[in-house]
């Protein structure tokens, strides 16, 4: 397993995900990577992803192609000419190219599996030169366990995001873009334990601690009073900003979240 970040050029990476925003995260992670070491970078995908990697903070210069331009808009999905399209592009990226590719096409019905197994075998023969970095995206909602097994065996580098707690009830794992960590699920004060360890690297490892709440369904007075107290021993110079829907505010008001300097409380829909 690869920490997005720590691709390198001529890597052939394959992230495979279940949740948009565990996807988007990365997707920005590697994006900004690219953008940092002044390659070029392009995303194919369904999905409107340009301005949801705004919203990540993500400075602006990648592009964004619709998948069927892979391999022409009006025909079906053609693993040859696929390749072919990334080759064109490689030659005209001479600081390197970064390419995201949503793999949501191979489940298309028209596709045939074979499109994805000649798509995987030949592109691998790209990465030679080290010009081309690659992640594959895989949503776990549209492929069989088959085909991602396939998936994670072709690719030397497999991404995922790093998980300080799963259970049926709640996830914690570390956020990207920007620094810090992202919740789903209900969080209570019973799971205090996680909370702690992941605050505490969150607090060692970035300058400011984002705390993405966005996808947490509930948030306890118990635990929310663990992140006030955490913000309230930052430095004077650092900051906790808590994402978070207008619930997961008023909770943390309660908690005393107003009397923190160092705490910013963003409320969003979601």
């Not at 890597?11 to 940092?36: I, K, M, N, Q, W």
């Not at 396939?150 to 873009?177: F, K, M, N, S």
């Amino acid at each position: 397993m690869t920490s997005v970040d720590q691709l390198e050029p001529g890597d052939h990476a394959c992230l495979t995900y279940s949740e948009p925003e565990e996807r988007l995260d990365l997707l920005a992670a590697f994006v900004s990577e690219g953008l940092r070491r002044g390659e070029r970078v392009l995303c194919f995908t369904d999905s409107p992803v340009a301005a949801d990697l705004r919203r990540q903070g993500v400075d602006r210069g990648e592009t964004v192609l619709p998948v069927e331009e892979l391999w022409g808009p009006g025909s079906a999905p053609s693993a040859a000419a696929m390749v072919r399209r990334l080759s064109d592009e490689l030659g005209q990226s001479p600081r390197g190219l970064r390419v995201s590719l949503d793999m949501c096409w191979a489940a298309r019905p028209q596709a045939g599996a074979e499109q994805l197994l000649v798509f995987e075998n030949e592109v691998a023969k790209l990465f030679a030169d080290g010009g081309l970095t690659a992640l594959c995206e895989y949503d776990r909602e549209a492929f069989d366990p088959v085909t991602l097994a396939y998936a994670a065996r072709t690719h030397p580098r497999t991404v995922a995001a790093a998980v300080y707690h799963e259970d049926a009830e709640l996830r914690i794992c570390r956020q990207h873009v920007p620094p810090g960590i992202r919740m789903t699920g209900s969080l209570d004060v019973s799971r205090a334990g996680a909370l702690r360890d992941a605050l505490s690297e969150a607090v060692r490892l970035d300058p400011d601690v984002h705390l993405n709440l966005g996808m947490l369904h509930s948030l306890d007075d118990g635990a929310a009073a663990m992140i006030v107290r955490a913000a309230a021993g930052l430095p004077r110079n650092r900051h906790m900003i808590v994402v978070g829907d207008r619930r997961i505010g008023h909770t943390l008001r309660v908690a005393g979240a107003h009397g923190v300097r160092n705490l910013r409380v963003l409320e969003r829909d979601r």
